[in-house]
């Protein structure tokens, strides 16, 4: 695990939740390599949600956290900034931001060359393993994660509206290869649909309401 000041890192930009003054804060730098950018060299979005699965995993595993559930996202709300680019190498740093009975959100800043880019807040649910059911997380979590949470509490409520009925709709075909160990379509596809029209300073969020199941497409 890494520490980081306050003091000594990247300034915050308007709008990112700032790193914990107190608290776990877990720190991996990551390549940017040619399978991760589009044909102009930024980062693509199922590249960005592949670092920020690997770097929640890491996390977890240096941590030594060792619960009977495993983490399913239920939320996420990601701030753009600016896009890495091909060549330079991420550094994401993550903390645990606010905790429920049985989800928490995670807050994880992207930076390159220095510069805070891209920051990404997710609610993640704790599942059972046994049974797939949503579980309590358990005082060994609330140890490791809840100094940086700071009594801050996450709501796993949907905030954002259904889609209007008249907007265009596409189908977006899925492979079975697209599915993790949950039957859940992978965070790094659900983010891979959502990759063409984000902009500067915009905000992309999710999941879909409703579940997405194979064999069906997602729209």
Do not use: K
């Not at 939740?17 to 589009?38: H, K, N, Q």
């Not at 399913?72 to 890495?84: C, D, F």
């Not at 994401?92 to 995670?106: I, M, V």
């Not at 805070?116 to 609330?142: K, M, N, Y």
């Amino acid at each position: 695990m890494n520490t980081v000041p306050p003091d000594t890192a990247t300034p915050t930009p308007d709008g990112f939740l700032p790193l914990p003054e107190a608290g776990r804060v877990f720190s991996r730098g990551y390549p940017i390599r040619r399978t991760d950018v589009t044909p102009g060299g930024r980062l693509r979005f199922d590249a960005l949600a592949r670092c920020l699965q690997n770097v929640a995993e890491d996390d977890v595993a240096e941590a030594g956290l060792r619960e009977p559930y495993e983490w399913l996202v239920r939320r996420y709300a990601i701030t753009i900034r600016g896009y890495p680019r091909r060549g330079q190498r991420l550094r994401l740093a993550t903390f645990c931001s606010a905790t429920g009975p049985r989800w928490a959100e995670r807050t994880t800043t992207l930076s390159a060359s220095g510069t805070a880019l891209i920051q990404a807040r997710a609610v993640w649910a704790a599942v059972a393993r046994d049974t797939g059911e949503s579980c309590a997380l358990g005082p060994g979590f609330h140890h490791v994660y809840g100094p940086s949470a700071r009594g801050r509490r996450a709501s796993a409520r949907l905030s954002h509206p259904r889609p209007d009925p008249s907007a265009p709709v596409r189908d977006w075909p899925l492979r079975a290869s697209d599915f993790d160990t949950a039957g859940h379509v992978s965070n790094t596809n659900s983010l891979a649909g959502r990759g063409g029209g984000a902009r500067r300073a915009r905000l992309a969020a999710g999941p879909r309401r409703d579940g997405i199941s194979p064999p069906d497409p997602s729209r």
